[in-house]
T-cell receptor, first 114, second 113 residues
Framework: ETGVTQSPTHLIKTRGQQVTLRCSSQSGHNTVSWYQQALGQGPQFIFQYYREEENGRGNFPPRFSGLQFPNYSSELNVNALELDDSALYLC?????????????FGPGTRLTVL | SQQGEEDPQALSIQEGENATMNCSYKTSINNLQWYRQNSGRGLVHLILIRSNEREKHSGRLRVTLDTSKKSSSLLITASRAADTASYFCATDRSSGSARQLTFGSGTQLTVLP
């Protein structure tokens, strides 16, 4: 166990809806990264937050947004869901700014968009 | 886009045999990492090899890196049924000040008892 938790485990939404996924980092870890993993593929970097500010973003549209809170929890929000958003969403926490030390992954949230 | 590509996509072996997975990448790297994922769950970091290293060992794992060929291999010796999982290589790049891990598409390893 990495000490990183995510909720919910599974989620089903319909196209056009909005969804919020949650992550609880290891205590003391101020950096959280979010990844999207489509079925049969490797994870793809969405963005990273450090001390409540976004400090890096992958090739994802603005309808993917995030929040990070002082209590080491964070959220990934996706608006106007599309069918291709169906995936496993992983968060990873790390101690160092930028996540340049080891990143500890949570178990993921499986999102299905119908 | 995927930076690395693992080969083979799937591998099935008997318990006790060795398993070798390969990874190729496209751009120059500072280091390369291998991760394991059980049944579509979270990723577990296995080993990191730096660009100036050629080989690294950790328990039953042996990783090699050939920067001239832009390739790496992961060898698991004396495999066990519990090694059944997907294995990914990942390289680093910067996204702003953030570390962006770029993963390959993975090798699904099945170890038969």
């Amino acid at each position: 166990e990495t000490g990183v938790t995510q909720s919910p485990t599974h989620l089903i939404k319909t196209r056009g809806q909005q969804v919020t996924l949650r992550c609880s980092s290891q205590s003391g870890h101020n950096t959280v990264s979010w990844y999207q993993q489509a079925l049969g593929q490797g994870p793809q970097f969405i963005f990273q937050y450090y001390r409540e500010e976004e400090n890096g973003r992958g090739n994802f549209p603005p309808r993917f947004s995030g929040l990070q809170f002082p209590n080491y929890s964070s959220e990934l929000n996706v608006n106007a869901l599309e069918l291709d958003d169906s995936a496993l969403y992983l968060c990873a926490s790390s101690l160092m700014p930028g996540g340049w030390d080891e990143q500890f992954f949570g178990p993921g949230t499986r999102l299905t968009v119908l | 886009s995927q930076q690395g590509e693992e080969d083979p996509q799937a591998l099935s072996i008997q318990e006790g045999e060795n398993a070798t997975m390969n990874c190729s990448y496209k751009t120059s790297i500072n280091n390369l990492q291998w991760y394991r994922q059980n049944s579509g769950r979270g990723l577990v970091h296995l080993i990191l090899i730096r660009s100036n290293e050629r080989e690294k060992h950790s328990g039953r794992l042996r990783v090699t890196l050939d920067t001239s060929k832009k390739s790496s291999s992961l060898l698991i010796t004396a495999s066990r049924a519990a090694d059944t999982a997907s294995y990914f290589c990942a390289t680093d790049r910067s996204s702003g000040s953030a570390r962006q891990l770029t993963f390959g598409s993975g090798t699904q390893l099945t170890v038969l008892p």
